[in-house]
């Protein structure tokens, strides 16, 4: 394998990273993991050893070291701003050696190339929060502030756990018909009532904030299907939401009137009930009426590993999407609706 180039892609998203290495014809031959890459989680430190550790995880499946990858693209969760840009570009920079040219983005970036073979369309991600991002035939591209709430963009698995909270306090106090949620959710989180939920949300934060998400986003998904209206509901607010920022991010770059892939990237997209899917469609074709929502063709990190590629001149060839499928099994099965990140 001397002579082979060889390209490195990392997904990093809130709860975990994803490494894939793989030649220039498209085989796949290492992969590796690490923790949570979202720097404004876990501090910049712990970001950049969670990709080293991916890194080097893929590497070693690979038989390979550091100095044999071409290049490599880092696609990670908190690059929002160009200030994030800049500082997780210098913290990349001081973790590799210098002679290894990469490239870095958002992680909604990899989430798009992954998940069409297409160059270009929009993707909207449904992990532990939201984002959405399109890019034109010209190149133009165009991303929200993914920032949540507090940035004006709601959405994912935080959301659907907040809202669906909001509704469960405002049952418990009178102010909503109670449906099934109200009772479920305790039952979920193994609380008495609903003053010790308030009691371990202030005392507990984000670490009682990821144990909701962990329990009641799927219990939202479960009870909708068996009927729930509230749960209902809240899929339904959600998936609009997601649907006009999609919609709006496709206007910016002059695609909402064009046969567009939109990818759904995400783990609440597998939630076994099809409502945040539906009502997120509704909402995006008001603004893009052609556009074709799809599953991911793959998973974000190979999207990484082809933005390697493609940075070091590369064309994505119908052998090379060939040789991906055939070694694609390298990843784990996607997994069911989880409380954060791509996955």
Known sequence: MAHTRFYCGVDGGATKTWAVVGDARGRLVG?????PANYHLVGLEAAMQAVRRAVDGA?????LELGALARA???LAADDSPEDHERIGRALAAMLPESLPFTWDNDSWAGLRGGTDKPWGAVVIGGTSTNSAAKAPDGSRAILRGLGRQSGNPGGSADIA????????????GSAPKTRLHGEILKALGLPDYDTLIKEHREGGLAFSYRAMGVVTPLVFRLAGEGDERAQDVLIRVGRWM????????????ID?????????????RGE???LIDSLTLHLHRFAPRARTRLPLYHPVIGAYLLALEADGLEATPALYEKIEETRDILPEPGPVTPGGLE
């Open 31 to 35: 992969f590796g993991t690490g923790g």
């Open 59 to 63: 590497l070693s499946q690979a038989g």
């Open 73 to 75: 693209c880092f696609c």
């Open 162 to 173: 907040i809202e669906a909270v909001f509704w469960a306090l405002r049952m418990d106090e």
């Open 243 to 254: 649907g006009e920022q999609t919609g709006a991010v496709m206007r910016r770059v002059g």
């Open 257 to 269: 009137g064009l046969e567009a892939d939109v990818v759904l990237a995400g783990s609440v997209f």
């Open 273 to 275: 009930n099809p409502l």
